[in-house]
């Protein structure tokens, strides 16, 4: 996990106990829509849960038009899918403008350090380090 992640408890600490349900206000998020139990219903299994996340990962690309990514954004949905789940929350988040305060996905209290860095579809977050410390080399930067 990119150590902005370990940071970032209100995106992650849903997407990974509640991806059943961090899945479903994505999709109500990204339709502009309230949750509803057929959303709960439709992540029920795997087939369904990794469907929604590739729907919600290639409903952000065209909305936002942002390059088509199939290949990646197919390994990260099976392979990372609780990863993935994270990331289409913060991205949902720094694209309405959440930089303080209350995710309107989770509803969770954090703090967004770069909103104008968008995950989707790697991670590449501006990571600051003390004097002290060395970016290691798996940090994207």
Not at 21 to 45: I, K, M, W, Y
Not at 52 to 79: G, H
Not at 134 to 141: M, Y
Request: proline share 8%.
């Amino acid at each position: 996990i990119n150590a902005e992640y370990m940071g970032d408890w209100a995106t992650c600490l849903p997407s990974f106990l509640c991806p059943i349900f961090q899945t479903s206000l994505n999709q109500a998020e990204l339709d502009g829509r309230d949750v509803s139990p057929v959303d709960v219903c439709s992540n029920l299994n795997l087939a369904g849960l990794f469907a929604n996340v590739w729907r919600d990962r290639q409903a952000l690309r065209s909305k936002y038009q942002m390059r088509p990514e199939p290949c990646t954004d197919c390994f990260a949905t099976v392979f990372c899918t609780k990863c993935a789940i994270a990331q289409n929350t913060r991205e949902i988040d720094a694209r309405m403008g959440v930089g303080q305060g209350a995710s309107p996905v989770t509803g969770l209290s954090y703090r967004v350090q770069d909103p104008d860095i968008h995950a989707i579809p790697i991670p590449a977050y501006r990571v600051e380090y003390s004097p002290d410390t060395k970016p290691h080399s798996h940090d994207l930067v």
